[in-house]
């Protein structure tokens, strides 16, 4: 199933080369209902993805926000609504990267004990979807001129809804050549290590509706869209 025209054409934007002005920005409205669209159709076919699908670094290209409308009935709450969307300027670099633990996190979170497991549990294949898969680790970095921010933490994969629970235990910050800080956060490897075990209600996540070869696209835990392309 193809995707709808506005999100091909804001696909082909963010992969653009700088020097390239020939592609004009798509409308960011109608790239926001392209991708509702996209996810309601995704839904429907019950579209389903494997981690390994996400594996990889994927930037930053737009996203939706929300916004609160006013509700029909007096006295009900707020509507959550999708926001009119926006494309990330090019001159802040927003990645995020899947992979495995002993590719992206650091030492101080990982069990090196001997007689410690060393496989990796992402492959496992798990006949029972609404169980949340073990899957791996990932790296949220932003990089603003010489400066460059890195959280990293573990995922967990939920098979049946394509939503990746993910955490942030470990804070890099470095200017150019200088480590600003290097160290674990909120918890560290004992956070890290209890990170599975947590409901869906509880983990920050992702809900994936498209993670095709060069791009992949999800809505928020708080409601908003966002789409990535690849970079590695």
């Known amino acids: 199933m193809s995707p709808p025209t506005a999100v091909i054409d804001a696909i082909r934007y963010l992969q653009r080369e700088a020097s390239d002005v020939s592609r004009l920005r798509p409308d960011p409205a109608a790239v926001v209902t392209a991708l509702a669209t996209l996810e309601k159709q995704r839904k429907k076919s019950k579209q389903r993805y494997r981690y390994e699908d996400l594996v990889g670094t994927w930037q930053l290209g737009f996203v939706s926000g929300t916004r609160k409308a006013k509700p029909a009935r007096s006295g009900a709450k707020p509507i959550k609504q999708l926001g009119k969307g926006r494309f990330l300027p090019r001159w802040i670099q927003i990645t995020i990267t899947y992979g495995l633990p002993a590719q992206l996190l650091s030492p101080a979170l990982l069990d090196t004990s001997p007689g410690a497991p060393t496989s990796d549990r992402s492959s496992d294949r798990s006949s029972d979807r609404s169980t949340?898969?073990?899957?791996?680790?990932?790296?949220?970095?932003?990089?603003?001129?010489?400066?460059?921010?890195?959280?990293?933490?573990?995922?967990?994969?939920?098979?049946?809804?394509?939503?990746?629970?993910?955490?942030?235990?470990?804070?890099?910050?470095?200017?150019?050549?200088?480590?600003?800080?290097?160290?674990?956060?909120?918890?560290?490897?004992?956070?890290?290590?209890?990170?599975?075990?947590l409901p869906l209600k509880d983990q920050a996540f992702f809900t994936f509706f498209a993670a095709e070869k060069d791009y992949i696209a999800a809505r928020g835990k708080g409601g908003g869209l966002a789409l990535w392309t690849r970079s590695i």
């Open 132 to 197: 949340p898969q073990p899957s791996g680790a990932v790296i949220n970095q932003v990089v603003l001129g010489a400066a460059s921010l890195q959280l990293s933490g573990p995922t967990v994969y939920w098979p049946k809804t394509n939503t990746l629970g993910f955490d942030f235990v470990y804070l890099q910050g470095r200017i150019g050549a200088l480590k600003l800080y290097d160290a674990p956060v909120r918890g560290g490897k004992e956070r890290c290590e209890a990170f599975a075990t």
